[in-house]
């Protein structure tokens, strides 16, 4: 079996990455698209995004899974407005699945970009104060870590994906610990989203689930530094 050397696996992603940028900035059809897509998630209409997404028919599922390959990545763009959409078009499972899985993708992108080209690149990318919190928090604790930031959000999940990627976490480890930990948020999300059937009840579900999840954090960061106290 030929494997890749890091190198080469280096220049692979900028290959894939100029790629982007060249049909970005050369390809009018494709810069539309982008920043539409951005502006409808960035603004959280969720039944625009629905509309923009199903517009593609069968091909709608691939339309998602890139929005949130690029939500990801472009780590300030809110993901659970996708998960919320998957949810209203595809159901609950089947939309929970499809997040689910592209959100993983995204993830292990994210680490890649930040394992082979490291904090210059990631810096650009991520606002400074999220990425240097979500970097001391897994050099700490490693893949309890990784886990602990997909259950509860303390940090972007773009954030907390490169901060793994510039650690010595291992992509296997990451990517299973990224898998179960976002399995119940993922799923919550779709949940809420399937049955928001107009956009009052979708506010309501969206600032209950912001309200626990914040409670969650809060009282995550209160144990840690609990524990950095008494370790120092």
Same mark, same amino acid.
């Given at each position: 079996?030929?494997?890749?050397? @890091?190198?080469?696996?280096?220049?692979?992603?900028?290959?894939?990455?100029?790629?982007?940028?060249?049909?970005?900035?050369?390809?009018?059809?494709?810069?539309?698209?982008?920043?539409?897509? %951005?502006?409808?998630? !960035?603004?959280?209409?969720?039944?625009?995004?629905?509309?923009?997404?199903?517009?593609?028919?069968?091909?709608?599922?691939?339309?998602? $899974?890139?929005?949130?390959?690029?939500?990801?990545? %472009?780590?300030?763009?809110?993901?659970?407005?996708? $998960?919320?959409?998957?949810?209203?078009?595809?159901?609950?499972?089947?939309?929970?699945?499809?997040?689910?899985? !592209?959100?993983?993708?995204? +993830?292990?992108?994210?680490?890649?970009? +930040?394992?082979?080209?490291?904090?210059?690149?990631?810096?650009?990318?991520?606002?400074?104060?999220?990425?240097?919190?979500?970097?001391?928090?897994?050099?700490?604790?490693?893949?309890?870590? %990784?886990?602990?930031?997909?259950?509860?959000? %303390?940090?972007?999940?773009?954030?907390?994906?490169?901060? +793994?990627?510039?650690?010595?976490?291992?992509?296997?480890?990451?990517?299973?610990?990224?898998?179960?930990?976002?399995?119940?948020?993922?799923?919550?999300?779709?949940?809420?989203? +399937?049955?928001?059937?107009?956009?009052?009840?979708?506010?309501?579900?969206?600032?209950?689930?912001?309200?626990?999840?914040?409670?969650?954090?809060?009282?995550?960061?209160?144990?840690?530094?609990?524990?950095?106290?008494? @370790?120092?």
């Amino acid at each position: 079996m030929i494997s890749m050397s @890091k190198q080469q696996k280096r220049w692979m992603m900028l290959a894939g990455i100029i790629l982007i940028v060249i049909l970005y900035f050369f390809f009018p059809p494709f810069r539309g698209f982008v920043q539409r897509a %951005v502006s409808i998630i !960035s603004e959280g209409e969720t039944e625009q995004l629905q509309l923009f997404i199903q517009s593609y028919g069968v091909f709608g599922p691939l339309i998602s $899974t890139f929005l949130m390959i690029l939500a990801v990545i %472009v780590a300030p763009i809110p993901t659970f407005i996708i $998960t919320f959409t998957n949810g209203l078009s595809y159901g609950v499972l089947l939309g929970g699945l499809l997040s689910w899985g !592209s959100a993983l993708i995204g +993830a292990a992108v994210c680490y890649y970009l +930040a394992h082979y080209f490291g904090r210059p690149l990631v810096v650009k990318l991520v606002p400074r104060r999220p990425l240097d919190w979500a970097d001391t928090f897994f050099q700490k604790y490693g893949m309890y870590a %990784v886990i602990l930031s997909r259950v509860v959000p %303390v940090v972007s999940y773009g954030a907390a994906s490169y901060a +793994a990627g510039l650690t010595k976490i291992k992509i296997f480890p990451y990517m299973v610990g990224t898998a179960i930990g976002q399995t119940p948020g993922t799923f919550l999300f779709s949940y809420i989203g +399937a049955h928001s059937t107009n956009s009052y009840m979708f506010i309501f579900w969206l600032f209950s689930a912001i309200i626990v999840f914040g409670v969650l954090a809060g009282i995550t960061k209160n144990i840690i530094s609990q524990q950095n106290m008494r @370790k120092k």
